[in-house]
């Protein structure tokens, strides 16, 4: 039986990753550690809150002798973290929050787990594939050596920003990040990778492109737009709307989550995407096309709630992943075309206004208290 801690399973990606473990894997024990941010939203889970092999615990990935107790008491084998603040808007205005839980999160979860891998009887050590350091490291494999896992779900934002010159971030782009945001990943990035090559950890990076689909917190661009839509509020398009991301289904990248963690070779970074840029504005108005037909409304209707204003701060102009390595070496690939995507995405938030609103009005913060109280 394994023991996978997964962080930040009660946000958006998270929550995709949580219940694909915890229905696939009934022999896996998944503890979902979260602080319930404001990004944190326990009715992300609810259709598998009772399942036996899945725990909640609410804690702050920075609190070190937390982690620490419950990497012991829960006899964890690996760790799956997608616990950030994740909204570049939110550092541009407040970057501390982001290096506190990005970068020093990130590092207290490393620590602990390394202390508390390498206090058992076999240690997690595991050949460096960077042999730099001194040769102090048991390169013997044992049972628990091969199950051991720390996986660090990162974001493309750390390569910095393409031209519209049809290049592609790989695995080799240097790093250059531009918000802080982007910045406090990268430095977590670095540290996990630093933990391999100074200490043996065995770890595996990801970084992926911009996610899509039900359950995203609605200041980001896709739930944001879909809810303005149909409360007929204003679109705030930044700068001209020609800015280009990459979308994936939220669910491919859990999907490729699942694989990576059980099949991508320690040490390694794969990058995720769709092969699936849009302009902003292209976007929005597929967004646009499909909330109205989805409502009956006639089709474009809304076009007149698209308002151009204010850039946001060192926008970057394109991101664009080439996730050929991941195809080649473990066969991933995104399931789903866009279009069927984006009309599912659409349909689920607009049959899911409860949830919404739940957000919206601040009344999916009582979820938790409301949760353990009936208990
Ligand atoms: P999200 O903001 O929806 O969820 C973040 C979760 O982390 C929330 O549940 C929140 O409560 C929790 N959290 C925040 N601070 C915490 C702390 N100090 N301790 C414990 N829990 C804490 O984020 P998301 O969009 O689901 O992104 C998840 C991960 O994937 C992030 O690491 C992000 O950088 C990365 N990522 C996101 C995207 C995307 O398009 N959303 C793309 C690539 C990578
Ligand atoms: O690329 C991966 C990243 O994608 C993740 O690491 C981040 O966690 C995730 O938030 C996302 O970052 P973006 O900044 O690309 O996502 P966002 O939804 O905030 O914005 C998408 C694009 O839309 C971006 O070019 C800014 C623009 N935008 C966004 C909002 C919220 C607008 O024009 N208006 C808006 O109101």
Redesign the pocket.
Known sequence: MRSIII?????????HVVRLFVNKYPDYKIIN?????????LANLKDIEDKPNYKFVK????DFEGVYQLLQDEQVDGII???????VDRSIKDPFTFA???VM?TLTLLQAAKLYWESQPTPYVITRKVDTAQPTLNSELSALNQECRFYH?????VYGALKFDGTLFTEQTKYQPHSP?SAS?ASSDHFVRAFHDTYGMPTIVT??????GPY??PE?LIPLFINNIRHRKPLPVYGKGENVRDW?Y?ED?ARAIDLIFHQGKIAETYN?GGFNEWKNIDIIKVIIHTVDRLLGRPEGADMDLITYVTDRQGHDLRYAIDSTKLKTELGWEPSLQFEEGIEKTVRWYLDHQDWMDNVTSGDYQKYYENMYSNR
């Open positions: 962080t930040g399973g009660a946000g958006f990606i998270g929550s550690l979260d602080k319930l941010t404001y990004a944190g939203n804690m702050d990935i920075c973290h997608l616990a950030a603040e994740s909204h506190r839980t990005n999160g779900i990162s974001t493309d934002e945001y990943k970084n992926c492109s911009n996610n899509y995203q917190f980001k994936l939220v990248h995720i």
